[in-house]
């Protein structure tokens, strides 16, 4: 399993949320960079970067942070928050981003989507749903829809589909543990599917439970942020 440290973003700052509330924000670090290069010493791979306002917005907002972290460290970023053209994606990929999460395109235009997996190959797209219950959330969790976690994944499963990642909005920086039967279901449906958990993690053993269910890798943020798990509890845990 991997271990995936996160890092959002608001007006170019290393933020949380908790539960997608923007309201609720609170601000650790002024430098993103600084903290992805903690990471990176610490031995771990990879990043998760999401630019909140570029989610907001519809349109990535947080180019110069994109840059710096990459340009700073080696970790394998996989980044999303707000893509929508191609022309972003493009650049994405050219700057070396590893992975682009898309959510609100993947409901909203899913033949755009497609198209993408298409022409950039599907190893390079994580589809990202954020649900309550089980419906999906959009444009930065600020919007319901009434579509079904399963239905949206099996849209895309006849088109090379690898990666999903899955947060449960309502466990989202509440350091309430992660929801493990939303994780079970969506493993039994799709036992191919590469499985990214993230929400609501909160210890190790959190971590150990999401490794027995088999999930491909782990988001970790505020658990980190607020010190309850440590950097180097990590790295025994990583393959």
């Known amino acids: 399993m991997k271990i995936i440290p996160?890092?959002?973003l608001v007006d170019g700052k290393c933020v949380r949320l908790t539960q997608g509330d923007f309201n609720k924000k609170k601000i650790y670090r002024e430098v993103p960079s600084d903290v992805a290069k903690e990471f990176e010493e610490a031995d771990l791979e990879y990043l998760h970067?999401?630019?909140?306002d570029g989610a907001k917005k519809g349109e990535v907002v947080n180019w110069k942070v994109i840059i710096d972290i990459l340009e700073k460290t080696a970790l394998k970023v996989d980044f999303g928050g707000g893509v929508k053209t191609t022309e972003e994606v493009d650049q994405l990929l050219e700057l070396g981003i590893?992975?682009?999460?898309?959510?609100?395109?993947?409901?909203?235009?899913?033949?755009?989507?497609?198209?993408?997996?298409k022409e950039f190959g599907t190893?390079?797209?994580?589809?990202?749903a954020d649900v309550r219950g089980d419906n999906v959330q959009i444009n930065g969790w600020q919007n319901d829809t009434q579509l079904c976690v399963y239905d949206l994944v099996a849209r895309f499963e006849t088109s090379g589909l690898e990666y999903l990642?899955?947060?449960?909005?309502?466990?989202?920086?509440?350091?309430?543990?992660?929801n493990f039967g939303l994780y079970k279901k969506i493993k039994n449906r799709f036992p191919d599917l590469?499985?990214?958990?993230?929400?609501?993690?909160?210890?190790?053993?959190?971590?150990?439970?999401?490794q027995y269910i088999k999930v491909d890798s782990v988001i970790i943020g505020k658990a980190l942020y607020e010190g309850k798990i440590k950097l180097a509890e990590l790295k025994p845990l990583t393959i």
């Open 165 to 178: 990642a899955c947060t449960d909005i309502s466990t989202d920086g509440t350091l309430t543990g992660p």
């Open 194 to 210: 590469k499985i990214i958990a993230s929400g609501g993690v909160s210890s190790i053993d959190d971590l150990i439970q999401l």
């Open 123 to 128: 190893e390079n797209f994580i589809l990202s």
């Open 6 to 8: 996160a890092i959002d």
């Open 98 to 117: 590893n992975r682009i999460n898309i959510g609100t395109v993947a409901v909203k235009e899913p033949e755009k989507l497609e198209g993408w997996m």
């Open 49 to 52: 970067l999401v630019d909140l």
